[in-house]
């Protein structure tokens, strides 16, 4: 598919650590978050924003045109760069071919696994070419914006072809080196506008540093190379042009290779999460402001590592989560700057336990004795930490089902907040989370009898609670507010997860069937499902506006793509498993986001869409649980089964945990 050349679409290099570099197809940097190289100090928080950008232009005995096009305030483009851009390619990174005045120019941009950006330019048409290029920095904490002041330091450590600049105190060096020339002239470059901020209602202008100019002359035999990384306190080390160029070298070939070794492109995106915590790894929840999160951590790793038989990460990044339980819970969420982990959610823990299922299922063998332990040891903490009752008034009730929730406190993945005000407080016995339990109560079952009879009370109170025959659909919340009784019937998409996305279905063939129908009918659309359906008061078709705004509607009609995972999964398992109904399912449902790869961040998946045409891309464009749940639909709930193994006499057909 051809990839957009403009401002709408993004392109994004990950380091492995937290760190980034980012931007879209234009070059026009449109959020504070694009920079050529952001690194993360705390892998994978503490991110410093240290090179922004740059421009870019070239002289050529036939006159000079621009590389780069930034945008100013009020709203002012300056220079043409992007009028010059005549193709660019996302894969194995980023390139871009210009032309002008005679000459073509290849830019490509690669971040080296475990940090450093690289940029290369290569004269492909003409003889001869003079290329300046002027950074942009900052140093600043990448929430926030930089304008000039005093403080800044512009003064570099030079050392053969490495120059190095220490902007403030507390912020890690930025560190340059080439194979061209620099020449110090120090300068402020001011009101950067950035539209997609200000679109966000957040505020929009940043100033930036520019220390000096690099230049290099081009020739069909040459090519420039600029390397950008984070270095320690110390002065530059020296190092030589062509040491400079070698290592660009060795960094492209190693790149390829590990590129190539992943089985597909969406294998490439999927890398991208992957990152390191402490010792251990863990999983980004989007790029460009989310760090890790427990909930999408868990949600994504099926898709990310179980489907991409990357069953050493999936190990790793349950270990290092499962070394966090406490009361009962995983955090859901580490402060950026550290500080306490915040134990927030009441279905994280619950996703934990179904991802340490999936990966003892999937590959028990490569796990070893000791971490199957350690994981098994964490997920008995969590289920019987709930069972007995933990923080926010989570307990098991006598009815087998859980109870959740206290004023002010958001529990479920349907988490904003206004203020003080919790947009969707879901307080009682919400049903997603219920189906999350239910499955934990059959995994904990399988290995420890003494769960057996609180699943079976906890699936015969679902049965009788949470279906509304004369509607064709489960309630979304029951008890609400601990009140005992009372039902939430809003139509949500919370309940697919009683039918698909699960080990256990919670509901019979008949019941799944109607429910399936009818969240295609009101909550389907080719992006995902949406979080309330039309007819519903409340209802939002757009997510536009400031903070406060968009916070109130996040879960008011916007369509997230991971959904799409489990309600799939529903549609093929009511339609008995077929291979019709499997391709139907991926003419339907999976080509368009496929199609959708290409349209905002590109070889990924948006975080939400509008809930109506033409279902425009918002929030972060690259989701780890989006792509994480078209990879599982993909390779494993739209896949050929395997061959059916026989039942031992008198087992139960609805789940091989009962049997």
Not at 45 to 64: E, I, K, Q
Not at 286 to 307: H, K, Q, V
Not at 520 to 544: C, I, K, M, S, W
Request: contains cysteine; aromatic residues 10%.
């Amino acid at each position: 598919m051809a990839i957009a050349v403009d401002d709408r679409t993004e392109w994004l290099e990950a380091d492995g650590l937290g760190g980034f570099a980012s931007g879209t197809t234009s070059g026009i940097r449109t959020r504070r978050y694009h920079a050529l190289l952001l690194t993360a100090t705390t892998p994978p928080t503490g991110r410093f924003v240290l090179v922004n950008g740059f421009d870019a232009w070239v002289d050529t005995p036939d006159g000079s045109f621009a590389l780069t096009t930034q945008r100013y305030a009020p709203d002012v483009m300056h220079p043409s760069g992007r009028d010059r851009i005549v193709s660019f390619a996302g894969d194995p990174w980023p390139a871009w071919t210009f032309e002008g005045a005679g000459a073509r120019i290849r830019q490509e941009i690669f971040v080296r696994h475990g940090g450093a950006t690289f940029v290369t330019w290569t004269l492909e048409r003409g003889d001869r070419a003079v290329l300046h290029v002027r950074p942009f920095v900052s140093g600043r904490d990448y929430h926030t914006l930089h304008h000039e002041n005093g403080a800044f330091r512009f003064e570099p450590d030079a050392a053969d072809a490495i120059v190095a600049f220490g902007p403030y105190d507390g912020v890690p060096r930025i560190v340059f080196g080439s194979n061209g020339e620099y020449h110090h002239a120090p300068d402020w470059y001011r009101q950067f506008l950035y539209r997609d901020e200000r679109e966000r209602g957040l505020d929009d202008v940043e100033d930036l540093a520019s220390p000096g100019e690099f230049r290099w002359t081009l020739t069909a035999s040459t090519v420039a190379i600029w390397m950008l990384k984070a270095g320690a306190a110390a002065p530059a080390d020296a190092r030589s042009a062509a040491e400079i160029a070698a290592e660009a070298a060795a960094a492209r070939d190693a790149e390829r290779q590990r590129r190539s070794a992943l089985a597909s492109r969406l294998d490439r995106s999927a890398d991208a999460y992957l990152v390191q915590r402490r010792t251990g790894r863990t999983i980004i929840a989007g790029y460009p402001w989310f760090t890790d999160w427990g909930r999408d951590t868990f949600i994504s790793l099926r898709g990310l590592c179980l489907a991409t038989g990357r069953f050493d990460d999936a190990r790793d990044i349950l270990l290092e989560w499962a070394d966090t339980v406490s009361e009962g819970m995983v955090p859901n969420r580490f402060p950026d700057r550290g500080g306490a982990p915040e134990f927030n959610a009441v279905d994280a823990s619950l996703w934990f336990v179904i991802a340490v299922d999936g990966l003892l299922r999937s590959a028990g063998a490569c796990v070893g004795a000791e971490s199957r332990a350690a994981l098994e040891s964490a997920v008995d903490a969590i289920v019987s930490g709930y069972a007995a009752g933990t923080r926010f008034a989570i307990r098991m009730d006598g009815d087998g089902l859980l109870a959740a929730g206290v004023p002010g406190v958001a529990l479920t993945w349907m988490d904003a907040r206004v203020g003080d005000r919790v947009v969707t407080p879901r307080i009682g016995k919400p049903v997603e989370v219920q189906a999350l339990w239910l499955n934990a109560l059959a995994i904990a079952a399988a290995r420890d009898p003494r769960w057996r009879e609180a699943l079976e009370r906890g699936l015969a109170a679902f049965a009788d609670r949470f279906w509304i025959d004369e509607r064709g659909h489960l309630a979304d919340v029951v008890d609400v507010d601990h009140a005992a009784g009372t039902r939430d019937e809003t139509f949500r998409p919370n309940q697919i997860l009683a039918v698909g996305g699960l080990p256990l279905q919670l509901v019979d063939a008949a019941r799944a069937r109607r429910i399936v129908d009818a969240v295609e009918a009101r909550l389907v659309t080719p992006l995902g499902l949406r979080t309330l359906a039309p007819d519903e008061p409340g209802y939002t078709p757009r997510y536009e506006g400031g903070p406060s705004r968009r916070d109130g509607i996040y879960h008011q009609g916007a369509a997230w793509p991971w959904l799409i995972g489990p309600f799939v999964e529903a549609w093929v398992r009511v339609r008995g498993g077929t291979a019709a109904a499997r391709r139907e399912a991926r003419r339907r449902f999976v080509e368009p986001l496929l199609a959708h790869v290409d349209a905002a961040g590109i070889g990924h998946v948006s975080e939400i869409v509008d809930g109506e045409p033409p279902f425009t891309p918002r929030g972060c464009p690259f989701q780890a649980w989006s792509l994480g749940e078209l990879l599982r639909l993909d390779r494993v709930a739209l896949a050929k089964p395997p061959p059916a193994r026989p039942r031992p006499k008198g087992a139960r057909r609805r789940n091989s945990y009962l049997a």
